[in-house]
């Protein structure tokens, strides 16, 4: 991969080059104007963009499956804290690099106070805080009604479905953290950086969930290794995190990325939480871009036929998710152990001296690996890489024929007379009006096209977020049809009292819902993005040809008119006008898709009136036993009650889904998709009447330079046989580095 690396170095070195050529250019006087400044923007948007380019490998699979020790061996060192829990969920961003750091991005204050807030809602303590405003962990006083909150709790009240209740979790490695972190957290999202000597203090904070918790995520940068500079690699912890709201942040990250590497465990092969997660890939439309890695434990089987039986079982069961899966079998652990083998314990020594004893799966082992990396290069380097690479050179090849056909052009005027330059002066002048009514008739009809354009994202948004057969529509009709079994919550009304069956129940249908989102909704919608995204490409790809055809026809009839003014015609060989990445131009645009719909919000008020609705029951019961009429049954009342209290939850539950997908769906609409429309319009725009830059620009100076046989005309000649020669010179670099990527794919 390092190849790339020195092809990027290579063509950004190109690119200031041709900048250098631009300022030259601008130096020289009486020649007539050249459109030096939107050349050197060109170079420079061009360096940037290559520069900013970044491949993103996210590395996801379930906890225990490995992911850590993977991306360790990728690096080759102990890099990443292998087997931190799953409390919170962090993207760990590692790169290659010049310097060994470490640095974590914090929550804000705010981000923490509303978690807080969200978690307590139908908390079993009521009434815990004994303050009024805005909950606040700074506040003393906030704290101290928090943990008190959490001691008058039961243990078994706060635990659901055989593990400790997410929220108090959460809940309590905020308030065990705090002390360690108020110094670093602040109003807005903060930084500490960890380099050097320091970077393994950084793992305190990945190991522990009282510090975890307050990070956003992390980024490493790694001063070893083999992978390219330019590609990022990042280990996805949370994919299979009981909180939804993990799993809403790890698609995130995988919505911007280029590649899945997924980590199965060879010790338990496919689980429930892997066919899960994966079906979420496969609704987010990239489970087609996932290759499969099951890591294997040698000490788990005895032979490598064992081994192959587990693999042959696993790569079945992907199979039905994803027919023909890329899937590698191999020891991240055994490949992490041989590239740090002198800094092992006396303990992993002797793990890795019996190993080294199983020659068939170590030499398996070592052959999948090879085989992954391959795939790896192919699929990041030769597949996209290249592409890209490719696509920047074409556009700077481009504007260098351009200038040096510029130079060319002026430096033959020195061999004609006054005449003849005044008559080559007004025949391309003449074709200038015509170029100019071009360009204008390509920016009218383009704008058009992306009118139309619009209109179209505008009726698919608004189709797709439908209340009615769009995805609020299914997501109303899953609220409406789900209904707790509220025969199960009798024994624990009795035993535990209405307040903490209440938080039991509410914590269940909100775990449901907000999983349903997370799982079905979300999925659905990054995938709709995506697919809105491939329309616009392919709406720009449609006309791209009717438009290259009409710039053609310009400039042949340009280098109809140079042949008979006896000028240098321009090249024939021009490539179309390329395709902008629609990626690329978004983030050139600083477009972002809006982050996932967030989670629903409710209010403490569902056990006001829970409660209320409990009191008005018991007084019916009074009346019924006066009355001798047959109560409900034992908990009759507080079961009817809990009923109400998930009606009014699944009231404001609607209530939040209409208000958040209407919002979502507007900033989707105007803040993304239309404005992403506009900015590949514009780039198309300008890839295709750049062709004309310096092909026809201003001549008149010339004239009055050669009329006026000004002494320094002999040395403004030499400039021009100078920049055309510089210009034939960074042409030939450029096509001997097209060769060398062709070669290299």
């Known amino acids: 991969m390092d190849r790339y690396h020195q092809f990027k170095e290579h063509l950004i070195g190109i690119t ?38 970044l491949l993103r490998v996210a590395v996801v699979g379930p906890i225990k499956s490995g992911k850590s020790t993977f991306v360790n061996s990728l690096f080759k060192g102990e890099y990443l804290k292998r087997g931190a829990g799953v409390v919170t969920s962090i993207v760990t961003r590692i790169r290659r690099g ?27 303590a009521s009434d815990w805080r004994s303050g009024s405003g805005p909950f606040d962990i700074r506040e003393a006083r906030d704290r101290d009604d928090l943990a008190r909150a959490l001691a008058a709790v039961s243990g078994d009240r ?58 956003r995520d992390i980024e490493l940068t790694i001063d070893s290794g083999s992978t390219d500079e330019t590609i990022e690699i990042a280990d996805c912890q949370g994919s299979d995190s009981p ?46 871009n996932t290759l499969f890695l099951i890591n294997a434990d040698f000490g788990e089987h005895d032979s490598l036929d064992d081994l192959m039986r587990v693999a042959a079982r696993t790569r079945d069961d992907i199979a039905l998710l994803r027919p023909d899966p890329d899937v590698y079998v191999l020891s991240a652990l055994f490949n992490l152990f041989r590239c740090t ?52 050179l074409e556009r ?15 430096k033959d005027l020195f061999g004609k007379d006054a005449r003849e ?25 383009l704008s058009g096209a992306v009118e139309a354009l619009k209109q179209d994202l505008k009726q698919d948004v608004d189709r797709f977020f439908d209340k009615h057969d769009g995805i609020l529509g299914e997501a109303l009709r899953f609220l409406r049809g789900y209904h707790p079994i509220y025969a199960e919550w009798a024994h624990h009304v009795s035993s ?48 791209a040809g009717s438009y290259d055809a009409m710039v053609r026809d310009a400039l042949s009839e340009y280098n109809r008119i140079m042949t008979d003014l006896d000028l240098p015609r321009l090249g024939d060989g021009a490539a179309p006008a390329a395709l902008p990445e629609v990626s690329a131009v978004a983030r050139s645009a600083g477009l972002k898709v809006p982050p996932a719909i967030a989670a629903m919000q409710y209010s403490a008020s569902i056990r006001g009136e829970a409660v209320m609705r409990l009191g008005v029951y018991r007084i019916v019961r009074f009346f019924r036993k006066m009355f001798k009429t047959p109560p409900h049954g034992p908990a009759g009342e507080e079961l009817l009650a809990l009923k109400d209290g998930v009606l009014r939850l699944k009231r404001e539950t609607e209530q939040s889904i209409a208000f958040n997908f209407k919002d979502y769906r507007e900033n989707i609409k105007f803040q993304y998709l239309l404005s992403l429309a506009d900015a590949v319009s514009n780039e198309f725009y300008e890839a295709l009447v750049e062709r004309f830059d310096g092909h026809v620009s201003d001549l008149e100076g010339m004239a009055v330079l050669i009329e006026e046989k000004k002494a320094d005309a002999a040395e403004t000649r030499r400039m021009l046989e100078h920049i055309e020669a510089a210009c034939l010179d960074v042409a030939g670099d450029i096509a001997r580095l097209k060769e060398e990527i062709s070669a290299a794919s």
């Not at 200031?16 to 420079?44: F, M, N, Q």
């Not at 807005?188 to 522990?208: L, N, V």
């Not at 030499?363 to 490719?390: C, M, P, Q, V």
């Open 396 to 410: 700077i090849g481009l504007q260098v024929a351009g200038m040096a056909h510029w130079a060319r052009v002026r």
């Open 16 to 53: 200031r080059t041709t900048a250098s050529l631009c300022d030259e250019v601008r130096a020289l006087s009486g020649v007539g104007a050249a459109p030096t400044d939107h050349w050197k923007r060109t170079c420079e948007e061009v360096g940037r963009q290559v520069s900013a380019e």
């Open 243 to 288: 909180n939804p709201l993990h799993l809403a942040m790890i698609q995130e990250y995988l919505r911007a990325t280029h590649l899945i590497v997924y980590v199965v465990s060879g010790r338990t092969g496919l689980r429930q939480a892997d066919i899960r997660f994966l079906s979420t890939i496969k609704r987010m439309g990239i489970l087609d």
């Open 496 to 543: 535990a009292g209405f307040s903490s069956a209440l938080y039991h129940v509410f914590q269940e249908v909100r775990r449901t819902l907000d999983g349903f989102m997370a799982e079905s909704v979300n999925p659905e919608i990054i995938r709709f993005i995506r697919d809105e995204e491939d329309k616009i490409r392919e709406h720009f790809a449609a006309v």
């Open 421 to 445: 330059v005044a008559k080559i002066v007004r025949e391309i002048g003449a074709h200038q009006g015509k170029i100019a009514a071009v360009k204008n008739t390509i920016r009218s009809t």
């Open 158 to 215: 706060l635990i659901t479905q055989d593990a400790r209740n997410m929220n108090s979790v959460i809940i309590g490695a905020y308030l065990e953290g705090y002390d360690r972190v108020r110094e670093i957290v602040s109003e807005e999202p903060a930084t500490r950086e960890y380099a050097g000597d320091a970077f393994g203090k950084h793992k305190a904070y990945t190991g522990d969930d009282t510090l975890a918790v307050f990070l």
């Open 341 to 392: 083998e002198d800094a092992l314990s006396v303990k992993d020594r002797l793990r890795m001296a019996q190993w080294k004893g199983e020659g068939a799966m170590t030499a398996f082992s070592d052959g999948e690996t090879r085989r992954f990396e391959a795939t790896i290069h192919r699929k990041l380097t030769e597949e996209r890489y290249a592409l890209l690479l490719k696509n920047h």
């Open 98 to 124: 010049g310097i060994l750091r470490a640095t974590l991005f914090f929550k804000s204050w705010g981000e923490i106070n509303r978690e807080i807030e969200s978690a307590m809602v139908l908390f079993p």
